[in-house]
């Protein structure tokens, strides 16, 4: 069976967290191209990996965003102590910061299937799953990715966990952002994923409690490595890579 490499990277700076991601995006990618040139016998097959994480706060802007989603300016944001950063995956603005379970799947599709809207959908599929376990009924909006709540009524349509990936020669990176324990205030500063009418919730707002955030990483891990076939490998991951 196909194996995932687990790691919890806990709370990590966005820039540091996204170097990281670069690094094992590279080493697959690399490795994959490396294949080519052998004979299937010695062919090395790529590792896929899924990083679990939190950031300081950060406010960061896709490659398809607008830049005036983000409504304050460089001292605001040092006055909030947040972080802003213009990346490369699709999707418009989002925040990001500590009560958010932040999971960033590396995955060499070609091992899976080569179907970007599939795993997207898996991805939505992995977390509407875990919500139902907590009696949360997560659902996806026609037309937006992420998962939401009440998506049929729109006065009360609510997004609990934004997603935004990239993805080249099949190997994916970036992944979702999901509310636990969130400070939802911080949301107020942008325009959530380019959505000016829409609500953003978190599980502590919608159980009227925190959450156990380790329970919900564990239920996580369980729904994506049934969902993608496969076994997630908790492991300690190299803090500098070849």
């Not at 992995?126 to 949360?136: C, K, S």
């Not at 966990?161 to 190997?171: E, F, N, P, Q, Y």
């Not at 959530?192 to 609500?199: F, M, R």
């Amino acid at each position: 069976m196909r194996q995932v490499v687990y790691s919890d990277l806990g709370l990590i700076d966005y820039k540091e967290a996204w170097d990281f991601q670069e690094k094992l995006f590279a080493r697959i990618v690399q490795q994959k191209i490396a294949n080519r040139d052998k004979p299937l016998s010695e062919q090395v097959t790529p590792e896929n990996y899924l990083l679990f994480c939190a950031h300081p706060h950060v406010y960061t802007l896709g490659k398809s965003g607008q830049a005036e989603n983000l409504l304050v300016n460089e001292q605001q944001l040092e006055d909030l102590h947040a972080a802003f950063y213009k990346i490369n995956r699709g999707g418009d603005i989002t925040y990001h910061g500590p009560g958010q379970i932040v999971g960033y799947p590396l995955l060499d599709l070609d091992q899976f299937f080569t179907d970007i809207h599939k795993y997207l959908r898996l991805l939505e599929e992995t977390i509407i799953l875990m919500l139902a376990e907590y009696g949360i009924k997560g659902e996806r909006y026609p037309g937006y990715t992420g998962v939401w709540l009440d998506p049929d009524e729109p006065v009360k349509a609510r997004k609990i966990c934004a997603m935004g990936v990239r993805t080249s020669r099949w190997v994916t990176m970036h992944g979702w952002a999901l509310n636990v324990n969130s400070d939802l205030s911080m949301f107020s500063n942008i325009v959530p994923c380019g959505i000016d009418d829409k609500a953003v919730t978190s599980m502590e707002k919608e159980l009227g409690r925190k959450v156990n955030e380790e329970e919900v990483k564990e239920k996580l891990k369980y729904h994506f490595a049934t969902l993608f076939d496969c076994t997630v490998v908790g492991t300690e991951l190299p803090e500098q890579l070849p």
